[in-house]
């Protein structure tokens, strides 16, 4: 397998996964570097039985999520380095930045799905091929994920409890 031809052809496409996923383009260069020694390394493992755009963007979203869950200041590096990518999307940067922190603690499978569908806008039918798994499992991750999501985001937003005493709402006057 020749990796300089395989990088010709398919590094942008796997930069602009990258992008998507982790948000600031240092991360996407580094990704996509890693992404081409993985795939130098293990080149023995791509079996056909998938397109090669396929794979790469398997281990492309694999490696990405990997990221995520491994930043030890996640939720500090969304907000202070969330940049757009290049691309138009009907997502708002806001969206991204919640479903990034959701896709960091979501079950794995779930968040494949998750990304799939919403970020790539991929019908169940093709998530499916991509993850090898059938379309109605693929409802199921998303059914799920929703369900999660809900409640997760639902607590992310809730306002912080009051801190010190409680009001009585009788307040003392001096005479």
Known sequence: MDV???????GPMVY???????GRRED???ATQEVFVRVMRSSSQFD???SMSTWLYQIT???CLNQLRDRG???????QNMQEDDHKSSVSVGDLVLL????VEADEKQAHAAVYVYLDGMSHEEAAAVLGVSKRTVGNLIERFLAWAQKKSQALS???PPSGPAKTGREETKP
């Open 100 to 103: 990034r922190r959701l896709l």
């Open 73 to 79: 200041r996640r939720r500090q590096l969304f907000e």
């Open 16 to 22: 602009r996964r990258a992008l998507r996923l982790l």
């Open 28 to 30: 996407a260069e580094e």
């Open 158 to 160: 809730a306002p912080p």
């Open 61 to 63: 979203t694999n490696y």
């Open 4 to 10: 300089g031809a395989l990088f010709r052809l398919h």
């Open 48 to 50: 056909g039985r998938s």
